[in-house]
């Protein structure tokens, strides 16, 4: 069966500083990958996702970014965090219709 | 992006009642839509889901009704449990962008022993 990992699953970072979420998914190949952003008490906002390794889609201009080095791996980036950054951050995977989620990253910026 | 739900309401539920919760959405070329359920610090769970040409469609104690015409969606919960407590929310897709979900804020479901 498939399996989605995210890591770590909290952080508290400065501002300024930069940042690295990962996420993989086993028992699978080529799967769609993506990140959302969860404000509290909001819906999912997507943004970013991949169709293949290296094929990266923005979907919100901000201080973010994507990267997809492997085919099951996705990472979020960010060279200086702003305290806006801040929020819980879910990677998905669809192989067929649904998205499945990781069990998310609590960021905290401060 | 579309808009789907719009606010975080609560629903409050005896244990062994029905539950019935409710989304609307926008889009009216909508094809794909998906209940998700989310405990508190974890990812959204799939729960059921259903395509635009259906009405119904029915999972282990979970039932999605599909209205096209007001572009409504419910899900009822049969017999509800303590386990059942959460927030809920639906997801909506286009044919013409698979990869572009869009998500209600979803409502807050107490299961009241």
């Known amino acids: 069966s498939q399996t989605i990992h995210q890591w770590p699953a909290t952080l508290v970072q400065p501002v300024g500083s930069p940042l690295s979420l990962e996420c993989t998914v086993e028992g699978t190949s080529n799967p769609n990958l993506y990140w959302y952003r969860q404000a509290a008490g909001r819906g999912l906002q997507l943004l970013f996702y991949?169709?293949?390794?290296?094929?990266i889609s923005s979907e919100v201009p901000q201080n973010l970014s994507a990267s997809r080095p492997q085919d099951r791996q996705f990472i979020l980036s960010s060279k200086k965090l702003l305290l806006s950054d801040s929020g819980f951050y879910l990677c998905a995977w669809r192989g067929g219709s649904p998205l499945h989620f990781g069990n998310g990253t609590r960021l905290t910026v401060t | 992006g579309e808009s789907v739900g719009l606010h975080l309401p609560t629903l409050s539920v005896q244990e062994g009642d029905n539950s019935i919760i409710n989304c609307a959405y926008s889009?009216?070329?909508?094809?794909?839509f998906i209940w998700y359920k989310q405990e508190s610090g974890k990812g959204p769970q799939f729960i059921i889901d259903?395509?635009?040409?259906?009405d119904k469609r029915q999972g282990q104690r979970v039932t999605v009704l599909l209205n096209k015409t007001v572009k409504h969606l419910s899900l009822q919960i049969a017999a509800t449990q303590p386990g059942d407590s959460a927030v809920y929310f639906c997801a909506e897709t286009p044919l013409y962008n698979f990869n572009k979900f869009y998500f209600g804020s979803g409502t807050k479901l107490n299961v009241k022993p």
């Open positions: 259903i395509r635009s040409n259906m």
């Open positions: 991949s169709v293949g390794i290296g094929q």
């Open positions: 889009n009216s070329a909508s094809d794909y």
